[in-house]
């Protein structure tokens, strides 16, 4: 119940602004699979759009991860660097990304190979995107922005544990989490095809201050039954 009241408290302050969502749904904590619906928000009443998408997101299931939400105090599973987990909670949407230049209404960066997500948690630039060229390196492990296989071709950053720029991040929280093209279960992002990801880029509405609510099953069936 905790849990819940949380996550309603939270998104019923944010429905000020916000007027569009991802939802993603998973079964369980430690299931690597679930599905992810798209809403809009009209007079009040929040209405599916689009066809629900499975996806896949962390080996390892889901953690409480840091974004717009207040993680409860008594929260067994929290998501930490390298555990393998999708973090569980709100966030907002940053920039969507991808290897060429695609037109879109939603910010939108093109990277090139320089352009790394730092995940070393002992480096200055650690949870956030740069360009390798431009700043003195003081990491050993990165994500490569671009690079030969095509999971980042089109994708958006996820607005988990401070990656924007100028926030701060806290050290070994988990880093580098978006929504991009894959196959499989991954490290900690949610990921779906080519097709759908660009359908949803085009559906991105800056003006909607989009957001993803991504968690279980019953604390996301919960939460719609609390704010409809």
Not at 107 to 125: I, L, Q, R
């Amino acid at each position: 119940m905790k849990i819940v009241l949380a996550l309603c408290l939270t998104l019923v302050t944010l429905q000020a602004q916000t007027k569009q969502l991802l939802v993603v749904t998973t079964k369980s904590w430690s299931t690597p699979t679930g599905s992810m619906q798209r809403y809009e928000l009209h007079d009040r009443n929040w209405q599916k759009v689009g066809k629900e998408i499975d996806i896949k997101l962390g080996r390892n299931g889901l953690g409480w991860g840091i974004g717009l939400h207040e993680i409860p105090q008594d929260a067994k599973i929290i998501k930490k660097e390298g555990d393998g987990k999708a973090p569980a909670g709100i966030f907002r949407l940053r920039q969507a990304f991808g290897y060429a230049p695609f037109n879109i209404e939603y910010p939108y960066e093109v990277y090139k190979e320089t352009d790394h997500c730092v995940d070393d948690v002992n480096s200055m630039f650690y949870n956030k995107i740069v360009d390798s060229t431009k700043i003195e390196r003081d990491y050993e492990s990165h994500e490569r922005m671009k690079f030969s296989q095509n999971y980042y071709k089109f994708g958006i950053v996820v607005d988990h544990n401070g990656i924007t720029e100028g926030a701060k991040s806290k050290r070994g929280a988990g880093s580098c989490i978006f929504i991009h093209i894959k196959s499989v279960p991954t490290a900690g992002c949610t990921v779906m095809n080519g097709s759908q990801i660009q359908e949803v880029l085009r559906w991105l509405d800056p003006k909607g201050e989009p957001l993803l609510l991504q968690g279980t099953e019953s604390v996301v069936e919960t939460l719609w039954e609390s704010v409809r």
